[in-house]
């Protein structure tokens, strides 16, 4: 499966029956119910029919491309201060992600009007230092960048009728 980058200025981005919807950054979020991970995921949303999950791997690492010399590729080992300056070709960041039940976002976001309903958020999610991705068994994978994000479910509607999407 692919993973794709996330831009938290584009809106919402969608996985399945989840969305991610940035969190601003002057909404608190109580930290006191936290949830824990299982077996070193954090579960977003679990598929009602086929069992699979949207989680975030606690133990995935971001690698970021060094910045390169421009022309003769053997630059690098024949300067010493670009090749000192250069180390590795690749360094590994390291990401950190939480998740917290706080219904007081949800209510403060629809009272901003970023918003309709509050009834479909699952949870907050803060992922710090490094990009870190969603997964799932059937989607493509989602990088999200550093950042607060508030987890929720979609709806399918249909004239009156309303139902939540299931995965």
Known sequence: MNIRDYDPAMGQAFQGDVAIIPIPADIPIATIEEIAPVEGRLILQEGEVSGHHHAVDLRQRSFQAQ?????????ATRDPKLKKA????????????????????????????????TDLAIACLVIEGAP?????????????????????????????EERVVRD
Do not use: C, W
């Open 67 to 75: 910045p390169r010399e421009v022309g003769d590729p053997l630059m």
């Open 86 to 117: 250069l180390g590795g070709m690749a360094k590994q960041a390291v990401g950190a992600a939480r998740m917290y039940r706080d219904a007081g976002v949800a209510a403060e976001m629809l009272r901003r009007g970023l918003l309709t309903r």
């Open 132 to 160: 870190m991705s969603v997964t799932h068994e059937e989607h493509d994978g989602i990088r999200l960048p550093a950042g607060r994000y508030l987890i929720g479910r979609q709806v399918e509607s249909a004239g009156a």
